[in-house]
């Protein structure tokens, strides 16, 4: 009887754990190509204050680039700088000016039924980090979509 009464919590246990009504549980990852992930180290010059970008023609795409390359060549590290906006669209995400070294950006792209969700996270150094302004930026391609991009 003990070991009935265990299964049949296993069991009950079991459903209610997989009758989750999370938002993440229909959503898809979106293939995207990273283009670059760095830091700028013009202290502002750049003129690219903290924001979330999402690029969709060319002539927006040069200004970012001529911009980021105000104080270094930053686009020589870009996988790609030719896109085809046709095809795809890119998002571009630049955090605050940081007072130290070894800050980043990750992002984690997926959609469900009525957005493209774009979840940025901000990885700080762990330990001792290099005394140098730096501005950490994250940009990617994905396919073009119809749906609304939100950033989290």
């Given amino acids: 009887m003990k070991a009935q009464f265990l299964t049949l919590l296993f069991l009950a246990s079991g459903i209610v754990i997989s009758c989750n009504n999370d938002d993440n549980s229909n959503t ?10 760095d830091n700028l180290f013009g202290n502002g010059s750049e003129g690219l204050s903290k924001q ?30 030719d896109i085809d906006f046709s095809e795809y669209l890119i998002i571009a995400i630049f955090d605050e000016i940081k007072t130290n070294g070894g800050h980043s950006l990750e992002l984690n792209i997926f959609s469900n039924t009525e957005n493209i969700i774009v979840k940025i996270t901000d990885l700080a150094p762990q330990g001792n980090a290099t005394t140098v302004m730096t501005q950490p930026y994250h940009i990617v391609k994905i396919p073009k979509t119809n749906l609304p991009i939100v950033f989290e």
């Avoid at 898809?28 to 670059?36: F, G, H, K, R």
């Avoid at 970008?53 to 911009?67: A, C, G, N, R, Y």
């Fill in 52 to 81: 979330n970008m999402v690029i969709t023609d060319q002539s927006i795409w040069d200004e970012l680039i001529t911009k980021m390359n105000t104080t270094n060549n930053e686009s020589s590290n870009f996988s790609e700088v």
């Fill in 28 to 37: 898809i990852n979106i293939e995207s190509t990273l283009i670059a992930k």
